[in-house]
């Protein structure tokens, strides 16, 4: 106490503490629990990286690189056939693998949403979860980034997206395209997010870096984590460029998804053609986004033994996160409805309609089920403090968002201007066996990324500990000068 | 002539930033700091003046966006003119997406990148910190003692007054101040 007042007596080094500032009478829980020494941080944070791998563990890693062996088998063979082993049609061009790609990419935004847009609200609680969630954004974009690829035909050409020189005469791409837009959105996604998550860990691999004892690991890390010493000249342009990059990544990830909504919306099909695709799709993203944070970090705190810093107040204001988008998305589904019926066009009102009573009915269904229907039990309390209900919540927020995808793409396509066109639609093995080899990607590398590196941000982690530190010290201190 | 530093360990933030502006208001010069998690106030207390890597950021991005801008129309309107649905060449709206995209792009790598050379951050550098647990728990000060403004052992004092739990002295390395 009396350190702080020494502190706080020398002006304008601390600001003082205005009553505004003191925390209100309702005091929430800690944000980390059991009142944490910093060297507690430390070791506890980095202990999964000292010990060997529990069977938990294990046996989660042999079933996710078991799906991902499946993918790998699945796409060789597409490779060497030919995409005509998937179940597409003249009638239904995009299908599974776009679905899968819509996906995944919306999968990513909500590690974009907590590392970089609750940065800049200032919202203190991301920190236990923002590291996890940064490398879900980079797992989940590489395994978007394998769908468009393989759908080219012919990968090794993949490149050919990209403006280069060459020598087919003066041949560019056409940057008109929405195509070429999704192109450099997912690859500046791609660089940014990593170099904001590779900023993000230096501190903490300086960490594990000076508490390793000499030999190859140490080694490494002292590459890594590029001679961070922790001056406090480098954290005063650290925090800047956090900030910037902050800045930087918010309206970029809210561009991704908006272009990836125009993929469909510059076209004239009934159903894709809609002006509200832009924030349709950013808020579906978030939502799925969200759903996937809340799986991962029940999973990693159950596996790990992260109860004090993945608490139950954090999972709390997920759910919050969850039942807000999940309005916005239920908002957006009867609004397309509205747009369509107020339209006069019956192309339009023929699409909407077949969506909900038509052959793929069970798929809208399923949809509006899992993405509006069921997040609504997290209105309750109770639910939103049981992590085994949230858990349930959000595997099926996930299917209802996986759906959500298909039924944009599969059913505004099966059944368009002529009935003499109408198809149908079913995947075949080798699309499903796609899709499975995705998860396994995704499981495999987040699993990896467990054992090898600091799951919670431990620099942040102290911050927070010791803001919350000095608000209790401000308190008491407040509240002793009342009283005299 | 190589002078001396005095370097202090302290265990609280709040010591360590008491003890940055006394050392400072007795005249001292602070060679660093080191704090295992950005202390707030300490920018203050240590007089550091604003970074200028927002400068960097805003001159690259602007420059990523100009440049990319002036391909789109040059590839679309110069060297290769081409009727793509009966649009302008210079269909500057559908150009306004990527334009965006290579800005980010730009200023994103270039404020790092900045941000890694003035703070002479490079893989495999030897970190200078005076003690190891400044990553882990511990605060450090160091000032330099260039024998006018205070001796010594009036430096000590100085810090075991801000609570240090331990204070040292030895020679100035020459590193280099970033």
Aim: a positive charge.
């Amino acid at each position: 106490m009396g350190s702080l007042d020494t502190a706080l007596a020398v002006d304008g080094v601390v600001p003082r503490v205005e009553r505004r500032d003191l925390p209100s009478p309702r005091v929430q829980a800690p944000l980390i629990q059991g009142d944490k020494t910093f060297a507690e941080v430390t070791r506890e944070v980095c202990a999964p990286m000292d010990r060997r791998p529990g069977l938990a563990w294990w046996g989660a890693f042999l079933v996710a690189a078991a799906a991902l062996a499946v993918g790998v088998a699945a796409e060789t063979y597409q490779l060497f056939t030919g995409i005509g082993t998937w179940g597409l049609n003249n009638t239904v061009g995009w299908a599974f693998d776009i679905t899968n790609f819509v996906f995944w990419i919306g999968i990513g935004h909500a590690g974009t949403l907590i590392s970089a847009i609750l940065f800049l609200l200032r919202q203190r609680w991301r920190t236990s979860v923002n590291r996890a969630a940064e490398a879900m954004t980079l797992f989940a974009v590489m395994c978007a980034g394998v769908f468009p690829l393989i759908h080219m035909g012919r990968p090794w050409l993949g490149y050919w997206i990209f403006p280069y020189p060459n020598f087919r005469g003066s041949l560019w791409i056409n940057f008109r395209s929405p195509l070429a837009w999704d192109a450099f959105a997912i690859s500046t996604y791609f660089i940014i997010s990593a170099t904001f998550w590779f900023i993000g860990l230096m501190p903490d691999l300086a960490t594990v870096r000076d508490r390793l004892p000499e030999g190859a690991r140490k080694k490494l890390f002292t590459i890594l984590s590029f001679g961070w010493d922790g001056s406090f000249r480098t954290w005063h342009r650290y925090e800047l460029v956090y900030l910037l990059l902050a800045g930087l990544a918010t309206p970029l990830v809210i561009s991704v998804h908006t272009i990836v909504s125009w993929d469909f919306a510059t076209s004239v099909i009934p159903g894709w053609h809609a002006t509200i695709f832009p924030p349709y799709f950013v808020a579906g993203a978030i939502f799925s986004g969200m759903a996937m944070v809340l799986t991962l970090m029940i999973l990693a705190r159950m596996l790990m033994h992260l109860e004090d810093y993945i608490t139950p107040r954090h999972v709390d204001v997920m759910c919050k996160l969850v039942i807000l988008t999940s309005g916005i998305v239920g908002l957006a589904y009867l609004t397309e409805f509205f747009t369509a019926a107020y339209s006069g066009n019956p192309y339009e009102q023929f699409v909407f309609l077949n969506r909900a009573m038509g052959p793929f009915g069970w798929a809208y269904w399923t949809m509006v089920c899992c993405n509006v229907v069921v997040p609504q039990v997290l209105w309750f309390r109770k639910v939103r403090r049981s992590l085994g209900a949230v858990f349930v919540v959000s595997l099926l927020v996930n299917v209802g968002m996986w759906f959500e995808r298909f039924v944009i793409i599969v059913t505004s396509l099966h059944r368009d201007f002529l009935p003499s066109s109408w198809g149908g639609y079913s995947p075949t093995i080798i699309e499903v066996a796609t899709l499975v080899g995705s998860f396994g990607l995704f499981f495999t590398l987040f699993l990896v990324f467990c054992r090898v590196l600091p799951v919670i941000a431990m620099a942040e982690v102290k911050g927070v500990i010791a803001h919350e530190r000095h608000h209790a010290a401000a308190h008491r201190h407040a509240a002793y000068e009342e009283q005299r | 002539m190589s002078a001396r530093q005095v370097v202090g360990l302290f265990s609280r933030d709040e010591d360590v930033v008491a003890a940055t502006a006394a050392a400072r208001r007795a005249g001292l010069s602070v060679v660093d700091v080191f704090t295992p998690y950005p202390v707030h106030g300490l920018d203050k207390a240590m007089g550091l003046p604003p970074s200028r890597l927002a400068w960097v950021c805003l001159i690259a991005g602007l420059s990523g966006a100009v440049l990319k801008l002036w391909f789109e129309l040059w590839t679309a309107m110069v060297d290769w003119p081409l009727n793509v649905g009966g649009k302008p060449h210079n269909s500057l709206p559908a150009f306004v997406p990527i334009t965006f995209e290579v800005m980010v792009l730009f200023a994103g790598l270039a404020t790092v990148g900045a941000f890694l050379a003035v703070s002479g951050l490079r893989p495999g550098r030897k970190p200078h910190a005076p003690h190891p647990r400044v990553t882990d728990d511990s605060f450090a000060l160091v000032v330099r003692d260039e024998g006018g403004a205070m001796t010594g052992d009036r430096i000590r004092a100085l810090f075991v007054e801000h609570h240090a739990l331990d204070v040292q002295e030895r020679i100035d390395p020459g590193e280099p101040r970033r």
